[in-house]
């Protein structure tokens, strides 16, 4: 079993910045696998950013060059630092992982991320 906890969202104005972390327990060692996603009212979850199995990174296009992903393995936590924040940013954001040994998702029980214009 894992369980993810997010923390660091909230209300911000267009501009302005936040940190979102999604600490891990359980069944993870590595926070390779390990990403972010946001679901906005009335649209499909999307990738966000990403650790790959490799520990490269992945990056929305519509985030590249404005958030990036961070962790720590020691604590197994990782981080979105989100910058230049745009009210189309806003969603709830969920921090996910899939892990062994069956290999499911797992989410976070997700975080609100509002971008005033």
């Known amino acids: 079993q894992v369980q993810l906890v997010e923390s660091g969202g909230g209300l911000v104005q267009a501009g302005g910045s936040l940190r979102l972390s999604c600490a891990a327990s359980?069944?993870?060692?590595?926070?390779?696998?390990m990403g972010w996603y946001r679901q906005a009212p009335g649209k499909q979850r999307e990738l966000v950013a990403r650790?790959?199995?490799?520990?490269?990174?992945n990056y929305a296009d519509s985030v590249k060059g404005r958030f990036t992903i961070s962790g720590d393995n020691a604590k197994k936590t990782v981080y979105l630092q989100m910058n230049s924040l745009k009210p189309e940013d806003t969603a709830v954001y969920y921090c996910?992982?899939?892990?062994?040994?069956?290999?499911?998702?797992?989410w976070g029980q997700g975080t609100q991320v509002t971008v005033s214009s």
């Open positions: 359980g069944n993870i060692f590595s926070i390779n696998g």
């Open positions: 996910h992982v899939q892990a062994p040994p069956s290999w499911r998702d797992y």
């Open positions: 650790f790959t199995s490799i520990g490269s990174t």
